[in-house]
T-cell receptor, first 112, second 112 residues
Framework: LAKTTQPISMDSYEGQEVNITCSHN???????ITWYQQFPSQGPRFIIQ???TKVTNEVASLFIPADRKSSTLSLPRVSLSDTAVYYC?????????????FGAGTRLFVKA | DTEVTQTPKHLVMGMTNKKSLKCEQH?????MYWYKQKAKKPPELMFV???????INESVPSRFSPECPNSSLLNLHLHALQPEDSALYLC???????????FGPGTRLTVL
């Protein structure tokens, strides 16, 4: 299983773009990259998932370089309500659910 | 209905008690999961059910006993727990084991 490394914490201000990078040097060919968001005392919430290049949805973008050894979650124009822990996960798309391993997570604190 | 519900929200039990946690989803998902999360730590996978059959038991002590009575319901039976088992217990479901997981709000368990 590919191990992930993320910054422990990040600070930002409202309205800024936030980029959180995750390293996964031993990512396997069948592995997808998934990001979850978690607020205190709540369950994690799926944000985005991708395999290569760029994926965008209504809340975030995910950038994955050609070597796939890292990925960057981009949150455009953050607000105070984006203060949360963000987890990067790497897993086989075919069997990933059977071995879901959350990384340590990045605590994002958005200030006014 | 796009929710995973968990009951109770809070539970306090003694080390000799027997209790159960309940999880329910009505999204037609065929995979359901139990996670344990200690404070300021990432969720740790405990059990995975796929099509109502236990697929993964991550070497969890036998004092935790999962049960999947039907495709919508997941229970976690607790017996003779230790104080170190105090944590947030999260239930999740996904359409298939490979898809994004939807998490419930969790049960905050305190073992005295």
């Amino acid at each position: 299983l590919a191990k992930t490394t993320q910054p422990i914490s990040m600070d930002s201000y409202e309205g800024q773009e936030v980029n959180i990078t995750c390293s996964h040097n031993n990512i396997a060919t069948n592995d997808y990259i998934t990001w979850y968001q978690q607020f205190p005392s709540q369950g994690p919430r799926f944000i985005i998932q991708g395999y290569k290049t760029k994926v965008t949805n209504e809340v975030a973008s995910l950038f994955i370089p050609a070597d796939r050894k890292s990925s960057t979650l981009s949150l455009p124009r953050v607000s105070l309500s984006d203060t949360a822990v963000y987890y990067c996960l790497v897993g086989d798309i075919l069997t990933g659910g059977f071995k879901t391993i959350f990384g340590a997570g990045t605590r994002l604190f958005v200030k006014a | 209905d796009t929710e995973v519900t968990q009951t109770p929200k809070h539970l306090v039990m003694g080390m000799t008690n027997k209790k159960s946690l309940k999880c329910e989803q009505h999204m037609g998902h065929r995979a359901m999961y139990w996670y344990k999360q200690k404070a300021k730590k990432p969720p740790e996978l405990m059990f995975v059910y796929s099509y109502e059959k236990l697929s993964i038991n991550e070497s969890v002590p036998s004092r935790f006993s999962p049960e999947c009575p039907n495709s919508s319901l997941l229970n976690l039976h607790l017996h003779a727990l230790q104080p170190e088992d105090s944590a947030l217990y999260l239930c999740a479901s996904s359409q298939e084991p490979v898809n994004e997981q939807f998490f419930g709000p969790g049960t905050r368990l305190t073992v005295l």
